[in-house]
């Protein structure tokens, strides 16, 4: 019998990365649209095709899809974080769900430090100026990298590549991570409110998980320091929206560098007004040697499992299918 894969959508131009890799072990690629569905339509496609395994990039796969699936066997992210994936449901059918948890590190901390390095230097403000007709150099009111604290909510690999990058700029940098249960080289070791309060950068390393939602809320944004900046590359749903714009609106943020919103890819008007704010699409991510290192893993990764060998980067314990 050959085996289906079904790819719930994607964030580049085509599949012929995953197509190549999935024909070529004899196995079937379905495609979905490439911007995602919403958990019913993806619902409908695994209802449709019946498929062993699903590759998703951002598509909801929901603890519906995951049950009208009998012959499922993985479920494969297109990335790091797996908030759009029912676990504990595939855990609970047998299925195996996996990531490629280490593809962007050098791309997403690049972008946390170019957001630093735009925010001290001035680079987005001050090109704005200059396309609207205003040449003001004594209005340049800049800062030295050097002579900051920088903030890392969270310590994983990405983080620690921040810190590395961080590190040779000179300043001094914090790190709060539950997780982390001894010192680690060049970063001090603090909780969380102490990090707010010393730090005139924080940046969001951490993952998406119910106890992290809204981490960055109105009482932690309240406990940063006035004129600071806040940095989100990690997931949007980690910091409160409504407490970045009202912190920005009264300034008590200098500024706002933020790759991942909860609203995404809505963006609130009030965020694409300020001048303070710093927008990308959750691109942190991307690069031309990460896209194609994801998209070739996480294809292997499925053809690996469907071949019945263990996977490389299982995310759960399944147990036997009920």
């Given at each position: 019998m050959t085996h289906t894969?079904?790819?719930?959508?994607?964030?580049?131009?085509?599949?012929?990365v995953e197509r190549e890799i999935v024909e070529s072990a004899g196995m079937r690629l379905v495609s979905g649209p490439a911007v995602p569905l919403p958990a019913a339509g993806i619902e409908e496609l695994v209802r449709e095709h019946a498929p062993a395994a699903i590759l998703t990039c951002w598509a909801p796969v929901s603890a519906i899809a995951i049950a009208s699936a009998p012959a499922l066997k993985v479920v494969a992210r297109l990335g790091v974080g797996l908030d759009n994936i029912?676990?504990?449901?595939a855990t609970k059918y047998g299925v195996i769900v996996t990531n490629v948890p280490d593809y962007c590190v050098e791309e997403v901390s690049d972008h946390a430090v170019g957001f630093a390095l735009a925010w001290t230097r001035g680079l987005v403000s001050f090109d704005r100026e200059v396309r609207a007709g205003r040449w003001d150099p004594s209005s340049a009111r800049l800062r030295r990298l050097a002579s900051?604290?920088?903030g890392l909510v969270g310590f994983g690999r990405i983080a620690r590549a921040t810190a590395r990058k961080l590190g040779v700029f000179g300043c001094r940098l914090l790190v709060s991570d539950p997780y982390?249960?001894?010192?680690?080289?060049g970063v001090e070791r603090v909780l969380l409110d102490?990090?707010?309060?010393?730090?005139?950068i924080v940046i969001v390393h951490a993952p998406l998980t119910?106890?992290?939602?809204?981490l960055i809320n109105r009482d932690a944004i309240a406990k940063m320091r006035p004129d600071s900046l806040l940095i989100n590359v990690s997931r949007g749903g980690i910091v409160d929206t409504d407490a970045v714009i009202d912190a920005l609106q009264t300034k008590?943020?200098?500024?706002?560098a933020l790759d991942v919103l909860e609203s995404e890819p809505s963006v609130p008007a009030e965020l694409l007004s300020h001048p303070n704010a710093m927008l990308t699409p959750h691109v942190a991510f991307s690069s031309d040697a990460s896209l194609v290192e994801l998209r070739r893993r996480a294809a292997e990764e499925v053809v690996r499992v469907l071949r019945g060998?263990?996977?490389?980067?299982?995310?759960?314990?399944?147990?036997?299918?009920?």
């Open positions: 894969v079904l790819l719930t959508d994607y964030a580049w131009p085509d599949d012929s029912a676990v504990e449901e900051l604290t920088c982390l249960q001894e010192d680690a080289e102490d990090l707010l309060a010393q730090s005139d119910d106890g992290t939602r809204h008590h943020l200098s500024g706002a060998d263990a996977p490389r980067n299982a995310c759960n314990p399944p147990r036997a299918n009920p």
